[in-house]
C-alpha cells in the first residue's frame, strides 16, 4: 500500500465513528448523539487540510481481489467538501428532528456507514473501486429509506432497493466488457483510449446503474417516494448527495471512453430532456412539499445531465459546459440542503407534508422564512444567488453550438450523418425552449410553495408552537443559505474559482471562458425562464390546481394515478413478467438438458418420469419401482447444477472481499 494514507481515512473514519456511536447509543442517547456529531465534524476538519493533497492517490494492491485506488483532484476534492459539511450539517440537524423516534441507533449507524461509502465513490480512481463503494452506499442507505418503517417507508424502499439491485447487475455486468474491451478501469487512463470500438454496450450497461441512481428517466421511480417516506435529514442527503454519485458515474464515461462523442451526446441529451421536463411538471401539480422537492430534484438532474451532453457536442472547447455541469451540481446539492431542511422544520412541528395541512406554517417565522426564500431563489436560478451561475453556463453552451450549427447550415452536414447542419439546429434549439420551459416550471413550483407556506391562511387544526426550531438548527440553516447567496453574488471569486478548479476531471480545456455574467445576453435567459414560471402560476396554477373561498386556499391534486409508471409498468415487469418469463425458460431449458437423460434412463431400466407440481420443484425427478420410490434428486439436471455454481460464486465473492 503506497501513497496519501488520509484518503483512505476519510472512507474508513466515519464507518468506524458509526460503530463507535451504535455501541454509545446502547449505554446513553445523548453520547451517541454527540458522538454521531464529532464522527462528522473530525470528517469535516480533515477533508478541508486535504487541499494541499490534490493530486495525490492510494493505490491498495490486491485489495477485494483486483486492488483499490483512491485519487485526489480538484473535482473531488470540492465534492468531499460538500459531502462532509452537507453530512455535519444534517446530522447535527436530526438531533433534535429524530426527538421522539425509534431506532435511532439503527439510523446514526448506517448514515455514518453510507458517509464512508459516498466518500470511497467520490475518491475512487478506478471504476473498480467505484462500483465497490457504489454498491455498498446502495445497500447501506437502504435504511436511511426506510427508517421509519411506516408501510409507505417499507415500500418506498422496496423500490429504491429493486432499483438498485438490478442498475447494480448491469452495471457489473458493464464492467466486465469493458475491462475486457479496454484492458483497464483507471478513470485517468479510459480517456486515454484510442480504439473505441466496441464499447457502446458495456457503456451503456455501466450507464444504466449510474443513471438509476441518479434518478433519470426511466429509472426516477424511486426518488419521489424515497425522499418523501425517508426522515428530512436522509432526503436532504438523497437528493444532494447520493443522486450526484449516480453523476460521478456517468461524468467519468462521459469525460472517459466516451469523450467528445457527439452520439453518446445525444443519448444524453434526450434523457436529460425528458428528466428535466417530466420532474418539473410532477413538482407543479404536487400537494406535498417533500415530493414537490423530490420531483424538482429531478427535474435538476435533468438540467445537469443537459451539462454532461453539451461536453460531448462541444468537444474542445466545452469550457462552459463543463463548468456549468460543475457549479450546476454544487448549487443544488446545497440549494437542496437548505430546502429539505425547512421541510424537515415543517415536519417536525405539525407532523404533516400535505400543503393543505401545513399552509400559513412560516408566517412569522423570520428565519424560516429567510432560508426558505434563498433555498427558493437559489432553485429557480435567480441572478444573484448561485443557482443562476450553473444555469446560466449550461443555457449559455447550447446557445455556442447553435452558433456553430448556424455557421455550417450551407454545407449541408451536422454533426450527425442522418441529420443535416439544419436539422440538428432545429433539435437544439427545441432543446433551449425546453431548458428554458423547464426553468420556468421551477419558478412555478417555488411561488406555489411559498404561496402555501407563507401567504394562505393557516389550517384551523394547525397548533403553533413558540418555539418552532432550537438555536443550533437555526444556526445550520441560516448558514446554509447565506452560503447560497455568497455564491451567487461572488460569480468569478467563487463560482469560476470552484469551476476552474474541478474542469480537469472532466478534461475541460486550459483555456477559459471570461463570462460577464450580468450582461444583458445572460440575464435574458433568468428572465425569460422568470417570466414563464410567473405566468404558469397565475394563469394555471392559480386556475387549475387550487381553489379558493374568501382567504381559503385549497391544493388539489389533478395528477392522474394511472400515470405512475411504477405501478402500472415497473411493479407488473419485476414483479410477475420477468419472474414467469424466467422459471418458464428455467423449465424449458431443464427439459430440453435433463429431459432426454431421464427418457433414455426410464428406456433402458423402467424409470417413470414424473412432472412436479411445483416451480421450485423442477429439479426433482423420482424412480419408481413396482409403486415404491427408490431414489430422487437427478445430479444431472441442469438446475442441479446451476444451484451448486450459486453457492460456489457465493464462496469466491466471500474470498474475494477478504
Keep these: 500500500m503506497k501513497g496519501n494514507y488520509t484518503l483512505l481515512f476519510l472512507v474508513l473514519w466515519p464507518m468506524l465513528g458509526g460503530l463507535l456511536s451504535y455501541v454509545a447509543g446502547r449505554f446513553s442517547r445523548k453520547v451517541r448523539d454527540y458522538a454521531a456529531d464529532a464522527v462528522c465534524l473530525i470528517e469535516l476538519a480533515v477533508v478541508l487540510t486535504c487541499y494541499k493533497h490534490i493530486g495525490s492517490e492510494l493505490i491498495i494492491p490486491g485489495a477485494c481481489g483486483l486492488g ?89 424502499a422496496e423500490t429504491y432497493l429493486a432499483i438498485a439491485i438490478i ?26 483510449l484510442e480504439d473505441k470500438n466496441g464499447l457502446y454496450v458495456p457503456g451503456i450497461l455501466v450507464f444504466i446503474g449510474f443513471a438509476a441512481k441518479a434518478a433519470i428517466f426511466p429509472s426516477h421511480i424511486w426518488l419521489p417516494t424515497a425522499h418523501t417516506a425517508a ?9 444532494g448527495l447520493l443522486t450526484k454519485s449516480g453523476l460521478f458515474g456517468i461524468l467519468v464515461l462521459s469525460a472517459g471512453p466516451f469523450l467528445h462523442d457527439p452520439l453518446w451526446g445525444l443519448m444524453l441529451l434526450v434523457l436529460a430532456v425528458i428528466t428535466m421536463v417530466l420532474g418539473a411538471v410532477l413538482a407543479v401539480f404536487s400537494v406535498n412539499i417533500k415530493r414537490t422537492l423530490a420531483c424538482s430534484s429531478m427535474s435538476q438532474l435533468g438540467f445537469i445531465l443537459t451539462g454532461v451532453a453539451m461536453q460531448c457536442f462541444l468537444g474542445k472547447e466545452n469550457d462552459l459546459a463543463v463548468r456549468g455541469t460543475i457549479l450546476y451540481m ?17 415536519h417536525m412541528n405539525t407532523h404533516k407534508l400535505n400543503l393543505n395541512d401545513i399552509k400559513g406554517f412560516g408566517k412569522g417565522k423570520k428565519v424560516f422564512m429567510f432560508a426558505f426564500l434563498m433555498g427558493g431563489l437559489g432553485l429557480m436560478g435567480a441572478p444573484f444567488w448561485n443557482g443562476y451561475l450553473g444555469k446560466t453556463l449550461i443555457h449559455d453552451a447550447i446557445v455556442e453550438h447553435l452558433h456553430e450549427l448556424g455557421s455550417v447550415v450551407r454545407g449541408g452536414a451536422g454533426s450527425f450523418a442522418f441529420m443535416t447542419a439544419g436539422t440538428e439546429a432545429g433539435l437544439f434549439s427545441v432543446c433551449e425552449w425546453l431548458f428554458l420551459i423547464s426553468g420556468g416550471l ?24 413558540e418555539k418552532y426550531i432550537s438555536w443550533s438548527n437555526a444556526l445550520i440553516l441560516t448558514f446554509s443559505a447565506i452560503l447560497l447567496q455568497i455564491i451567487g453574488m461572488m460569480p468569478y471569486k467563487a463560482g469560476d474559482a470552484i469551476s476552474i478548479l474541478g474542469s480537469p476531471f472532466m478534461n475541460g480545456p486550459e483555456h477559459h471562458h471570461i463570462l460577464n455574467y450580468f450582461s444583458s445576453g445572460c440575464l435574458e435567459g433568468a428572465i425569460i425562464s422568470i417570466g414563464i414560471g410567473i405566468a404558469v402560476y ?4 392559480q386556475n387549475f390546481l387550487l381553489e379558493r373561498k374568501g382567504n381559503n386556499i385549497t391544493y388539489i391534486d389533478l395528477w392522474p394515478e394511472k400515470l405512475n409508471i411504477e405501478n402500472f409498468l415497473f411493479r407488473p415487469l419485476i414483479g410477475t413478467i420477468l419472474p414467469f418469463l424466467g422459471a418458464l425458460f428455467a423449465r424449458v431449458v431443464d427439459l430440453v438438458t435433463a429431459g432426454p437423460v431421464a427418457l433414455m434412463l426410464s428406456s433402458a431400466s423402467r424409470v417413470k ?25 437427478l445430479p444431472s439436471s441442469l438446475a442441479y447444477g446451476l444451484m451448486t455454481f450459486a453457492i460456489g460464486l457465493l464462496f469466491v465473492i466471500a474470498f474475494m472481499m477478504l
Excluded at 456507514?113 to 452506499?137: A, C, K, P, W
Excluded at 447487475?169 to 479510459?190: E, F
Excluded at 397565475?538 to 396554477?541: E, G, K, Q, S, V
Design 68 to 156: 483499490m485506488k483512491f485519487s485526489l483532484d480538484g473535482f473531488r476534492y470540492i465534492y468531499a467538501v460538500i459531502i462532509a459539511f452537507m453530512w455535519a450539517a444534517t446530522t447535527i440537524f436530526s438531533r433534535e428532528y429524530l426527538k421522539g423516534h425509534r431506532n435511532r441507533n439503527r439510523y446514526y449507524l448506517y448514515v455514518l456507514l453510507t458517509l464512508g461509502s459516498i466518500m470511497g465513490v467520490f475518491l475512487s480512481g478506478d471504476l473498480y473501486t467505484t462500483f465497490i463503494f457504489f454498491e455498498m452506499m446502495s445497500l447501506f442507505s437502504y435504511v436511511m429509506v426506510v427508517q421509519d418503517e411506516t408501510p409507505e417507508a417499507q415500500r418506498a
Design 167 to 192: 442498475g447494480g447487475l448491469a452495471t457489473l455486468t458493464g464492467l466486465i466488457m469493458l475491462y475486457a474491451k479496454a484492458g483497464t478501469l483507471d478513470i485517468a487512463g479510459l480517456s486515454k
Design 231 to 239: 426522515p428530512a435529514p436522509s432526503s436532504a442527503l438523497l437528493s
Design 330 to 346: 454544487v448549487g443544488h446539492s446545497l440549494v437542496k440542503l437548505v430546502l429539505f431542511l425547512c421541510a424537515g422544520v415543517v
Design 442 to 465: 421551477t419558478t412555478a413550483y417555488v411561488i406555489k410553495l411559498f404561496v402555501a407556506l407563507f401567504v394562505a391562511s393557516p389550517s384551523p387544526d394547525m397548533h403553533q408552537k
Design 538 to 541: 397565475f394563469l394555471f396554477i
Design 609 to 633: 418420469f414424473i412432472r412436479p407440481p411445483e416451480d421450485t420443484d423442477f429439479g426433482y425427478y423420482q424412480e419408481t419401482q413396482k409403486g415404491e420410490t427408490v431414489g430422487k434428486l
